[in-house]
């Protein structure tokens, strides 16, 4: 069984540009998680997607979207970018991530914001 | 104000040793907790899951204990191996049931043969 793919692996890009991030959940899955990691601030849940419906939202301003398609793919849209949001933005799936289900997570997008 | 700590930052042991690391907890009432592992520049694996009614979880060289009183974890890993060198993270879902999870800043181990 594949695991959580995402794309690209590294991207850089420049202030005031956008960009999308995808995630491609494990076979089965219909729970995605998006979270920002960086050195200072660690781990940081941006939000949870379930059955194409956003049910939950981390604490990060109206520049980071999402949406989830009908076969539970994933993307991520960060716009007007910040040279803060050079971050690991890291995908989990679950069967229901809301059922205390365990996370599996992809290997990330390395953002670099120049 | 809620927080999630881990104690320190890095831990160094030498190989065939007990590794504990802790993760402490203030201003939550978790119904679980679970300890995830990452390595540099993968995203983070899932090792254990531990609920709030249980004391202890097992898994081959892996022990976590919860302690809601205390409200703390501890994760142990015994006859440590230089494979078991990585970051290893916990993380607990601040209001049960919601698929939002809250990570502690992580500790590095390091296993010297």
């Known amino acids: 069984k594949a695991g959580v793919t995402q794309t690209p692996r590294y991207l850089i890009k420049t202030r005031g540009q956008q960009v999308t991030l995808s995630c491609s959940p494990i076979?089965?899955?219909?729970?995605v998680s998006w979270y920002q990691q960086t050195p200072g601030q660690g781990l940081q849940f941006l939000f949870e997607?379930?059955?194409?419906?956003?049910?939950n939202k981390g604490n990060f301003p109206g520049r980071f979207s999402g949406r989830q398609f009908s076969n539970s793919r994933s993307e991520m849209n960060v716009s007007t970018l910040e040279l803060g949001d050079s971050a690991l933005y890291l995908c989990?799936?679950?069967?229901?991530?809301?059922?205390?289900?365990?996370?599996?997570f992809g290997s990330g997008t390395q953002l670099s914001v120049l | 104000s809620q927080k999630i700590e881990q104690n320190s930052e890095a831990l160094n042991i030498q190989e065939g040793k007990t590794a504990t690391l802790t993760c402490n907890y203030t201003?939550?009432?978790?119904?679980?907790l679970q300890w995830y592992r990452q390595d540099p520049g993968r995203g983070p694996v899932f090792l254990l899951l531990i609920r709030e009614n249980e004391k202890e979880k097992r898994k081959e060289r892996l022990k976590v204990t919860f302690d809601t009183t205390l409200k703390q974890s501890l994760f142990h890993i015994t006859a440590s191996q230089p494979a078991d060198s990585a970051t290893y993270l916990c993380a607990l879902d601040p209001s049960s049931n919601t698929g939002k999870l809250i990570f502690g800043q992580g500790t590095t181990l390091q296993v010297k043969p």
């Open positions: 989990a799936s679950s069967w229901d991530s809301a059922t205390n289900e365990k996370l599996f």
């Open positions: 076979s089965g899955h219909r729970s």
């Open positions: 997607y379930f059955s194409e419906t956003q049910r």
């Open positions: 201003n939550y009432s978790p119904a679980y």
